[in-house]
Nanobody, 122 residues
Framework: QVQLVESGGGLVQPGGSLRLSCADSGRTFSSLVMGWFRQAAGKEREFVASISSLGGRINYANSVKGRFTISRDNAKNTVYLQMNSLKPEDTAVYYC???????????????WGQGTQVTVSS
């Protein structure tokens, strides 16, 4: 069973940084493609970043490329999202997601965390 729990959200000033973490309590983490998504108030959920099961392949949304870094530590069953140079438009609930299969399969993510709020404001 895959169970995802996010942490690390909070309030930060524009230009600041936050690191989000997502831990899986299951036993198949090294077989999972992991992704980060976000949803701002009144808007649809959007893709942020994804990483292959062993960390060799990564994809970012254009809006965060160069500012955000996704990484994973399979020994700790944890995926991270390092967010630098934060902007007010980054304000959203951030969700961790997981799926089985190869990175290029373009499959749906069936497993989701509860979300963590990130607010960027002066």
């Amino acid at each position: 069973q895959v169970q995802l729990v996010e942490s690390g959200g909070g309030l930060v000033q524009p230009g600041g940084s936050l690191r989000l973490s997502c831990a899986d309590s299951g036993r198949t983490f090294s077989s999972l493609v992991m992704g980060w998504f976000r949803q701002a108030a009144g808007k649809e959920r959007e893709f942020v970043a994804s990483i292959s099961s062993l960390g060799g392949r990564i994809n970012y949304a254009n809006s965060v490329k160069g500012r955000f870094t996704i990484s994973r530590d399979n020994a700790k069953n944890t995926v991270y999202l390092q967010m630098n140079s934060l902007k007010p438009e980054d304000t959203a609930v951030y969700y961790c997601a997981a799926r089985y299969g190869a990175f290029g399969d373009r499959r749906e993510y069936p497993y989701w965390g509860q979300g963590t709020q990130v607010t960027v404001s002066s």
